[in-house]
C-alpha cells in the first residue's frame, strides 16, 4: 500500500514546492519595497508579508496551524522565544505565532538560496556559528531588536536534533542574552512538524496539523551570569517534560 502511495506523496510535494516559490515570487516585490522603510518599520512589514505568505501556503497544501496555550501568555509583552528545532518545517510556525512583532536568528547558509535567500536575509537576525565575529554580530543586533520593543526567537539546539530523545544539549546565547536584558523567556514547543516534514527528505512533506505549544513564562528578574546553567537546565526540563507529553519518547 504504502508502494502505491508514493507516487501521490511525490505529486503532492512537488505541488506544495511549486505553490512556495509561487507565492515567495509574489511576495519578493513587496519585501523590496518594505526594506525602503528602515530597519525596524520594514523588518515589520517583511514578517506580515511572510505571515501572509506562509498563511496562504498553509491553506493551500492542507496544514492547518494551531496555538495551544497550556498557560495564560501576554501578547503585549517581550519575550525571549526558545524551542525545540528538528525540521525545516520549524520556521512557517515562528512567522504565524499570534505574539508579533518578532525576530528570529536564523543560519547564515540560507541566503545562498536564490530569491529566498534576499527575503530570509532581510527578516531573521542571520549567525555563522564558526564564525566568533558574526555570532558577536547576531548577539548586538538581537539585543538591538529587544530594545527596540521587538521579541527575539532562537533555538537553543543551534541545529536539527537528529537524536532519539526529545532535545539537544543547549547553548547558553538565549539564556545569557536574557539576563543581560532581564527580559523573561517563553518555551514554545512544536510538536507537529517532524511527521509534516522530516528532515532526511523534502519529500517526506505531508498535510495534517501543526500545532505549537506555548509554556510558561521564566522569570530572570535578579538573575546574574553564574545563573545561566541552571536556567538553562530550568528552561531544558520544561521543554522536554512538555515534549513527552505529546509525543511519544524512550524514558531515557
Not at 18 to 33: A, K, S
Not at 42 to 57: D, F, P, T
Not at 145 to 165: D, M, R, V, W, Y
Not at 177 to 202: F, Q
Amino acid at each position: 500500500m504504502n508502494v502505491l502511495l508514493k507516487p501521490v506523496q511525490w505529486i503532492y510535494c512537488v505541488y506544495a514546492f511549486v505553490l512556495f516559490v509561487g507565492i515567495m515570487l509574489v511576495v519578493f516585490p513587496f519585501v523590496l519595497i518594505a526594506l525602503s522603510f528602515g530597519k525596524i518599520t520594514g523588518g515589520n512589514l517583511i514578517y506580515k508579508l511572510c505571515m501572509l505568505w506562509a498563511r496562504s501556503w498553509y491553506f493551500l497544501i492542507g496544514i492547518r496551524h494551531k496555538e495551544i496555550f497550556e498557560y495564560p501568555h501576554d501578547n503585549t509583552r517581550q519575550y525571549i522565544f526558545v524551542a525545540n528545532h528538528i525540521s525545516y518545517m520549524d520556521i512557517p510556525p515562528l512567522v504565524l505565532i499570534s505574539h508579533q512583532p518578532i525576530r528570529i536568528l536564523g543560519k547564515y547558509e540560507m541566503v545562498k538560496i536564490p530569491v529566498f535567500g534576499w527575503i530570509y536575509r532581510a527578516a531573521v537576525v542571520l549567525v555563522d556559528r564558526k564564525n566568533a565575529e558574526t555570532r558577536s554580530k547576531s548577539v548586538r543586533a538581537l539585543k538591538a531588536a529587544l530594545k527596540q520593543g521587538i521579541s527575539i526567537f532562537i533555538f537553543p539546539e543551534g541545529t536539527f536534533n537528529e537524536t532519539p530523545h526529545p532535545l539537544k544539549d543547549f547553548f547558553d546565547g538565549a539564556f545569557r542574552i536574557a539576563i543581560e536584558t532581564e527580559t523573561p523567556i517563553k518555551p514554545l514547543l512544536l510538536v507537529d512538524t517532524l511527521e509534516r516534514l522530516h528532515y532526511n527528505s523534502i519529500l517526506s512533506l505531508t498535510p495534517g496539523k501543526n500545532r505549537v505549544i506555548y509554556l510558561q513564562e521564566i522569570p530572570v528578574a535578579g538573575m546574574t551570569m553564574k545563573d545561566i546553567p541552571a536556567l538553562r537546565q530550568q528552561v531544558y526540563d520544561i521543554m522536554d517534560a512538555g515534549l513527552r507529553r505529546y509525543r511519544n519518547y524512550s524514558v531515557v
